[in-house]
């Protein structure tokens, strides 16, 4: 059997968590200016979302070239006018290329949407994310996060306790975080937390709002 010809990637859990994912979206992203998707992936979300929030742009990124090619790929076969190309951003980067670019110029950056990384890179990850969305958010503009979380140290289920297992013995950097050690985290960049979403298979929506 042949392969695809084109360097589309799957997750099939993008299509499980994309339905919820885009009921809180509408309701916590500004109406207008553009959305950096930090650790887009595939670009499975990046195509979905896109159409869907316009007339917001929406700009995917991840730092493997290879999910690049993937988001661009996916660009290619379900093309939306506000979906931008795919950027290259490690959020450990002390600058990121939107930052050396005059991006939004015509519209701001009003949202940062960070969905399952925190939990599967390193802490260092979580904290670039937290420094360069507080160097480059509008004032006002929100970072939305989707992922696995523990409360006050604790798993909120045996599953989630088990993924963290997983996840630590792939690499002993990674693991399910603690939910107010992120929102600690978050406001050392003048971030504040502005609710928390019950998500469907133990997930939650965390949303933050750039003081000014
Ligand atoms: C589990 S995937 C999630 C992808 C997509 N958001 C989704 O929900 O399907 C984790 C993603 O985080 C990205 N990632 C890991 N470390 C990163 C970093 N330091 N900066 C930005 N993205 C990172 C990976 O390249 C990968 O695409």
Redesign the pocket.
């Known amino acids: 059997m042949n392969k695809p010809q084109d360097a589309r990637q799957y997750?099939p859990?993008?299509q499980r968590n994309r339905e919820p994912i885009l009921e809180i979206l509408t309701q916590v992203l500004p109406t207008d200016g553009s959305v950096l998707e930090?650790?887009?992936?595939?670009g499975e979300?990046a195509v979905y979302f896109a159409p869907r929030l316009s007339p917001r742009q929406w700009i995917p990124s991840?730092?493997?070239p290879l999910?690049c090619a993937s988001i661009a790929a996916w660009s290619k076969h379900l093309p939306s006018e506000n979906l931008q190309p795919p950027l290259e951003?490690?959020?450990?980067q002390p600058v990121w290329i939107v930052e050396k670019e005059a991006l939004f110029a015509t519209s701001p950056l009003t949202a940062i949407v960070n969905?399952?990384?925190i939990h599967?890179?390193p802490w260092t990850?979580c904290l670039?994310l937290m420094a360069g969305a507080s160097r480059i958010l509008s004032s006002g503009g929100i970072l939305y996060l989707y992922g696995p979380f523990k409360r006050d140290g604790k798993h909120t289920a045996p599953s989630n306790a088990a993924f963290d297992e997983s996840l630590r013995a792939q690499n002993p950097e990674w693991g399910v975080r603690n939910l107010e050690d992120v929102v600690t985290a978050a406001s050392r960049d003048n971030l504040s937390l502005v609710n928390v979403y019950q998500m469907p298979a133990n997930n939650l929506s965390v949303v933050f709002k750039k003081s000014c």
């Not at 930090?38 to 595939?42: D, H, L, N, V």
């Not at 951003?89 to 450990?92: A, E, G, H, T």
């Open positions: 997750a859990a993008t930090i650790a887009s992936g595939t979300h991840d730092p493997n999910h951003i490690d959020v450990r969905i399952n990384m599967i890179s990850a670039g």
